[in-house]
């Protein structure tokens, strides 16, 4: 479970277990994995249902990422259930816990019937029509007299960390805490501490003072928002390693999310306020260039976590119109990015939020990357991303799949392969997943492009068979296991025309033989390849190839005799006039490609990328071919291979020219990279 969650949890624990049933959630709790059969067992033995409540939460606390999610559907399913269906706020402020969980449900749930800000304003104006009659006091005065100094208290609180209020509070803001707590907000309670006993005044949820902190935020000068709202949401430095791994995790944007929400809502009819705000907010939270992975297959991890970036997303689900301006500022903000994820834990407001700034019109037509990561599969969840793919924007989509119904609902959510959806699907095996592929999947008639990574054979050789019949123009296998049926389902494949993509990529497995069929494909213009030790044929097939030369895209991974491979790759380089693109990956220990990087000169390249372990000696050999080139990246790290003897001409060849950069991200960056565009 993430921390904030067993936060919210622990938060809740006195009335949690005080009202909660286990015996109602079991089976829901069974069914979505996070609890086992034996730990049912064990918690039905235990004697009162208090106990029963608090050994089942403790068992909760210690789950995996999707315990959360399940438990909040489970309770929604059983008791809270009517309690849900009663539209008057009323009753549910009798319970301080009920109104708690209405408001979580809400926010990770239902995010299409109020937004977060609506909800609390109404509970808000709940209260005062309550107070107004008990105090007999008119709204001015109360708003004036108790409101603005608790809102005033309540930000103080949060910019001290702290949850709740103190008597000094009061004192020093010249307040009487007893007809403060008479507005309906604060709850007292007694603090022992040895002989001493301290009063404090805690809110029913953390949310609500956060709700009044940004109602304070309202009323301040424009300029002192701003300056407040600069000290959670500002770029990170990208040689700071601390601050980029807080914006990596979001830790740093999380803290004042819920605030920064609420000033959203209030303040949408403020165009250019709102504009101010959402700038500061998408400049600080841009994905940035250096999280992306170098390759899908071997950063598998990276774009599973909720990316910085969706805050924003998440903040727009709090608008109820779009003011012009912000549509340009969108508009601008989309079209720095290619890739765009879904994280396995991505609440649905991301996706809405993604889904309102792709659906905006009139938008440039561009063709994003769509990462989908996601284990709680709810039917809210499909129906967003709907949505979300209904503005034709995303080309390929890439899905992890956990198991068979979630790939299917998937599939048929996005419309994979109809006439006017997305063409290209890369499908990667996560790795809980259990299932072997269906035997059919809905793809639509028009699919173009596959990609399988990490698959069985059984599963792979289904994928294979399922797209035989379509009009495929990219084929590709990452990493999976390949048998003989698979190889020859793969040959058959091979013999369409119209391939213009190939990518057959393992670290194992040598694809020498599928070389042959290769050559008969005259439209080839991407090919990525494993190849291991060659014979004959095989050699003189990739030579036909590259004589063929319509290939503008060629990734070397984990090949092996390199000796070999570099003598027949470089001995064609002049004659490959049409290669933009090369990626050469070695994973393994040492390979000689000096003769590769000593002719790199003869190519015509925009994009190089290298990964390789012992890449300082050798790149020393090859500068006298980044001269030609206009920009060069190198992000090294120190490790054992870094010798000061190795690195120091290195350094001096890029300092001496301008748009060459070294930049040295510790141990942050656990790659090297070296990228030439
Ligand atoms: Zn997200
Ligand atoms: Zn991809
Ligand atoms: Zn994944």
């Not at 937004?115 to 009659?133: A, C, G, N, P």
Request: neutral net charge; hydrophobic residues 40%; contains cysteine.
């Amino acid at each position: 479970m993430e921390e904030i969650q067993k936060e919210l949890i622990t938060d809740n624990l006195v009335p949690l277990t005080r009202d909660l049933d286990p015996s109602q959630i079991y089976t829901e709790l069974i069914a979505g994995r996070v609890l086992t059969f034996e730990d049912k067992e064990k918690i039905s033995k235990i004697d009162t249902r208090k106990a029963q409540s608090m050994e089942l939460i403790s068992v909760l606390l210690r789950k995996g990422p999707n315990a959360f999610g399940v438990f909040m559907d489970a309770l929604q399913c059983t008791q809270f259930k009517s309690l849900l269906e009663v539209n008057e706020v009323e009753n549910l402020c009798k319970n301080p816990l009920h109104l708690t969980l209405l408001c979580l449900l809400h926010i990770e749930t239902d995010v299409r019937t109020r937004t977060q800000t609506e909800l609390y304003s109404e509970i808000h104006d709940f209260i005062l029509r309550k107070v107004i009659k008990r105090m007999k006091l008119t709204e001015e005065d109360i708003e004036h007299r108790l409101l603005r100094p608790l809102y005033q208290l309540a930000f103080e609180a949060f910019e001290n960390g702290e949850d709740v209020l103190h008597e000094s509070d009061f004192e020093r803001a010249g307040l009487l805490s007893e007809e403060v707590c008479e507005v309906g907000y604060l709850a007292r309670d007694i603090l022992i501490r040895g002989i001493k006993q301290e009063r404090r005044y805690s809110f029913t949820h953390r949310t609500f003072l956060e709700f009044l902190a940004a109602k304070h935020l309202v009323l301040i000068a424009a300029e002192e928002r701003l300056k407040w709202l600069r000290k959670y949401y500002f770029r990170a430095n990208s040689n700071r390693v601390e601050e980029v791994q807080r914006l990596r995790f979001s830790l740093l944007f999380r803290v004042a999310e819920n605030i920064v929400a609420f000033l959203f809502g209030f303040l949408q009819k403020h165009p250019d306020v709102l504009l101010q705000m959402a700038s500061t907010v998408i400049d600080a939270t841009l994905d940035r260039k250096f999280f992306l992975p170098f390759y899908n297959s071997l950063s598998l991890p990276d774009g599973s976590l909720c990316p910085p970036s969706h805050v924003f997303c998440r903040l727009l689900c709090e608008l109820n119109t779009m003011p012009l301006v912000l549509v340009t500022a969108i508009a601008k903000r989309l079209s720095l990015c290619i890739e765009v994820s879904v994280g396995f834990n991505c609440s649905d407001r991301c996706i809405k939020g993604m889904a309102i700034m792709y659906n905006i019109r009139p938008l440039e037509p561009i063709s994003i990357h769509l990462n989908i990561h996601t284990q709680q599969y709810t039917q809210t969840n499909v129906l967003l991303l709907r949505e979300l793919a209904n503005s034709r924007n995303f080309d390929p989509v890439c899905i992890h799949a956990t198991d068979n119904q979630h790939l299917k609902s998937c599939i048929l959510a996005l419309r994979i392969g109809k006439a006017d959806s997305i063409k290209n699907v890369e499908i990667i095996k996560s790795s809980i997943c259990k299932d072997i592929a269906p035997p059919a999947l809905p793809f639509g008639d028009d699919l173009r492009g596959i990609l399988l990574m990490k698959y069985d054979k059984w599963s792979t050789r289904r994928f294979l068979e399922i797209v035989s019949k379509k009009p495929l123009i990219e084929l590709g296998v990452v990493d999976c296991d390949l048998d003989d049926r698979c190889k020859r389902c793969l040959s058959n494949l091979l013999l369409n025309r119209d391939l213009q993509s190939v990518i057959l990529v393992s670290k194992s497995q040598h694809m020498g033989r599928f070389l042959g069929r290769l050559t008969g494909l005259d439209k080839l213009q991407k090919l990525h390849i494993s190849l291991k030790e060659m014979d004959q044929a095989e050699r003189q097939n990739l030579e036909k190839i590259m004589k063929n030369n319509t290939l503008q895209e060629l990734g070397l991974f984990h090949c092996e005799y390199f000796a070999d491979l570099c003598n027949i790759l470089s001995n064609h380089f002049s004659r490959m006039t049409a290669l933009r693109y090369f990626y050469v990956v070695i994973s393994i220990d040492f390979q000689p490609i000096d003769r590769i990087l000593c002719n790199l000169h003869l190519l015509r390249l925009q994009e190089f990328k290298i990964q390789y372990d012992r890449l300082i000696p050798e790149m020393c050999k090859m500068l006298k071919s980044l001269i030609q080139l206009m920009n060069f990246q190198l992000t090294y790290i120190h490790d054992g291979t870094l010798t000061e003897e190795g690195f120091m001409p290195l350094q001096q060849f890029v300092d001496q020219r301008v748009g060459f950069s070294c930049i040295d991200h510790k141990t942050f960056v656990k790659k090297m990279r070296l990228e030439v565009k």
